[in-house]
């Protein structure tokens, strides 16, 4: 009902540029693996607190790219399927 009373010009099925975004999930998933990699690596040889934070927060970059891939993943299959 309140999808009538639009004002905006945004069509009603736009939809997220899936291509792009699995792109961008793509590469924070890289970028995290390496990243988290490096960090582990200084935090075991340095033994110091910021690295293992570091690497904690590149698991948590890489943790939410897959769960973002994923999704993407059920996206694209659920329009396949329509």
Do not use: H, Y
């Not at 099925?13 to 970028?31: G, W, Y």
């Not at 934070?53 to 790219?65: D, G, L, N, P, Q």
């Amino acid at each position: 009902m309140w999808l009538r009373n639009r004002q905006g010009t945004e069509p009603v099925t736009a939809r997220s540029p899936l291509r792009v975004r699995r792109i961008m999930s793509l590469v924070a998933l890289a970028f995290g693996l390496v990243a988290g990699v490096f960090f582990v690596v200084l935090a075991v040889r340095t033994g110091e607190e910021v690295w293992r934070w570091e690497a904690a927060i590149a698991a948590a970059v890489v943790v939410i790219a897959v769960i973002d891939l994923l999704v993407l993943r059920r996206r694209s299959r659920a329009q396949r399927d329509d």
